[in-house]
């Protein structure tokens, strides 16, 4: 999307695409990005995006809390936004993650725990979204939505989301209201030993899981140089929201159990954002998240970047981003739950832990014209991205995973 404004403008849309594909909770970035109402029609604008991710890990859930984490996850994803008008815009997206981990080889073998296991064969997610965008710049109004569907191995997941904002007349503030709908249709599977049925526990081979998400957002120019946004947001979860696949160890040091919890969950995350332009060369984006849920986790996320511009074209930006968090109520690690309790998980995204993430994207705007396509369409070449980054997560001063991604994002429009 080009944006004509007097003032250089902050994207952040990056940091949302390289976030592993089970990361949660990341405020909503469109309400920052649209600060001004186009006035001309857009070009059409093509994005390509790749990426290596690797974990390794002491704390698999699939074997208790204990045993091999390894994970490698490749991502391939194109996104084309089309203006079809002055007032209307499509958007689609489609992608694909290939991912091998060691932890669910361990699904049909228990003594994974004591023995060294070798990464499962290739498992393959895909997905795809389509949306639309409609302005009405007399109003100063944008409003729009979209439908997607994602498929893995196990679970099939269908979304709809609707947006609208508003600006105000001087154009300095931002009104954004986002409303969303997930479907998940899970086939369950459960480790091999605990595959049993009986008068008291039949286990089921299908399950549903339903969110539902409402998103407030206030962005404001403080001045020319300053903007501040808070984003506040309503998450609701009814269904399956456990693994059936992870297992649970007692206390009793000869029973375990598949991971149990409840079947609601409400999660409340509310996001802070200041940019400042210090200067031509310099861009300073602060960020605070709070986050309750009532499992009982409550979390502090604070991350810096300093976009740094030596040139028009060229510009390098380190970041960095600490998480911390308290258990889940229904949290013990391996063999310390007991029998008696009604809901348990050994699953450390549930546990008191913290994570640190620092790294480096390298970003060239050429605008290169690569060419024509047509006696009226020219190929150019707008952006190119890479960013990496390393991971690592720490419970009471131990190192319990550490992981990296590397991302390369090309960007191109068409005018």
Same mark, same amino acid.
């Given at each position: 999307?080009?944006?004509?404004?007097?003032?250089?403008?902050?994207?952040?849309?990056?940091?949302?695409?390289?976030?592993?594909?089970?990361?949660?909770?990341?405020?909503?970035?469109?309400?920052?990005?649209?600060?001004?109402?186009?006035?001309?029609?857009?070009?059409?604008?093509?994005?390509?995006?790749?990426?290596?991710?690797?974990?390794?890990?002491?704390?698999?859930?699939?074997?208790?809390?204990?045993?091999?984490?390894?994970?490698?996850?490749?991502?391939?994803?194109?996104?084309?936004?089309?203006?079809?008008?002055?007032?209307?815009?499509?958007?689609?997206?489609?992608?694909?993650?290939?991912?091998?981990?060691?932890?669910?080889?361990?699904?049909?073998?228990?003594?994974?725990?004591?023995?060294?296991?070798?990464?499962?064969?290739?498992?393959?997610?895909?997905?795809?979204?389509?949306?639309?965008?409609?302005?009405?710049?007399?109003?100063?109004?944008?409003?729009?939505?979209?439908?997607?569907?994602?498929?893995?191995?196990?679970?099939?997941?269908?979304?709809?989301?609707?947006?609208?904002?508003?600006?105000?007349?001087?154009?300095?503030?931002?009104?954004?209201?986002?409303?969303?709908?997930?479907?998940?249709?899970?086939?369950?599977?459960?480790?091999?030993?605990?595959?049993?049925?009986?008068?008291?526990?039949?286990?089921?081979?299908?399950?549903?899981?339903?969110?539902?998400?409402?998103?407030?957002?206030?962005?404001?120019?403080?001045?020319?140089?300053?903007?501040? +946004? %808070?984003? !506040?947001?309503?998450?609701?979860? @009814?269904?399956?929201?456990?693994? *059936? =696949?992870? #297992?649970?160890?007692?206390?009793?040091?000869?029973?375990?159990?598949?991971?149990?919890?409840?079947?609601?969950?409400?999660?409340?995350?509310?996001?802070?954002?200041?940019?400042?332009?210090?200067?031509?060369?310099?861009?300073?984006?602060?960020?605070?998240?709070?986050?309750?849920?009532?499992?009982?986790?409550?979390?502090?996320?604070? +991350? %810096?970047? !300093?976009?740094?511009?030596?040139? @028009?074209?060229?510009?390098?930006? *380190? =970041?960095? #981003?600490?998480?911390?968090?308290?258990?889940?109520?229904?949290?013990?690690?391996?063999?310390?739950?007991?029998?008696?309790?009604?809901?348990?998980?050994?699953?450390?995204?549930?546990?008191?832990?913290?994570?640190?993430?620092?790294?480096?994207?390298?970003?060239?705007?050429?605008?290169?014209?690569?060419?024509?396509?047509?006696?009226?369409?020219?190929?150019?070449?707008?952006?190119?991205?890479?960013?990496?980054?390393?991971?690592?997560?720490? #419970?009471?001063?131990?190192?319990?995973?550490?992981?990296?991604?590397?991302?390369?994002?090309?960007?191109?429009?068409?005018?």
């Amino acid at each position: 999307m080009q944006l004509k404004i007097k003032n250089i403008l902050s994207v952040i849309v990056l940091m949302l695409f390289f976030v592993p594909a089970k990361a949660q909770f990341v405020v909503d970035s469109t309400a920052i990005d649209s600060i001004v109402q186009l006035k001309e029609k857009e070009p059409i604008e093509a994005n390509f995006l790749f990426s290596y991710y690797e974990q390794d890990g002491t704390k698999s859930p699939v074997t208790g809390g204990i045993g091999n984490e390894e994970l490698k996850d490749m991502v391939g994803k194109v996104s084309l936004n089309i203006p079809i008008n002055d007032t209307i815009k499509f958007s689609f997206l489609a992608g694909i993650d290939i991912y091998s981990s060691a932890s669910t080889d361990n699904i049909n073998n228990e003594y994974g725990l004591y023995t060294e296991t070798s990464a499962s064969a290739k498992d393959k997610r895909t997905y795809g979204n389509l949306g639309v965008e409609i302005k009405n710049d007399k109003r100063r109004l944008k409003y729009g939505g979209g439908i997607g569907v994602s498929n893995e191995y196990d679970v099939t997941s269908f979304n709809y989301n609707a947006f609208i904002s508003k600006l105000s007349k001087n154009r300095n503030t931002l009104y954004y209201l986002k409303a969303g709908a997930y479907h998940d249709f899970w086939q369950l599977i459960y480790p091999s030993e605990l595959r049993w049925l009986d008068e008291n526990d039949a286990l089921l081979t299908e399950s549903t899981r339903n969110t539902f998400n409402g998103t407030f957002t206030l962005t404001q120019d403080l001045n020319a140089r300053m903007k501040a +946004s %808070i984003s !506040l947001e309503t998450v609701y979860q @009814q269904g399956l929201l456990s693994t *059936p =696949f992870h #297992r649970v160890y007692f206390n009793d040091a000869n029973t375990h159990d598949i991971e149990r919890l409840p079947n609601s969950k409400l999660k409340i995350p509310i996001g802070l954002y200041y940019n400042v332009y210090l200067n031509k060369y310099l861009v300073l984006k602060l960020f605070y998240r709070y986050y309750y849920d009532d499992f009982d986790v409550k979390a502090h996320t604070t +991350s %810096i970047e !300093l976009p740094i511009r030596p040139t @028009q074209s060229f510009a390098f930006i *380190p =970041f960095y #981003r600490y998480h911390t968090q308290t258990a889940a109520k229904y949290f013990q690690p391996f063999g310390h739950h007991s029998i008696n309790e009604e809901y348990y998980t050994s699953d450390f995204d549930l546990g008191n832990i913290a994570t640190n993430r620092v790294g480096l994207e390298l970003r060239y705007s050429p605008f290169v014209k690569l060419g024509k396509i047509t006696k009226k369409k020219n190929l150019t070449l707008k952006k190119i991205a890479l960013r990496g980054s390393k991971y690592f997560r720490t #419970r009471e001063s131990e190192l319990i995973l550490k992981s990296y991604i590397i991302a390369l994002e090309l960007s191109f429009r068409f005018d």
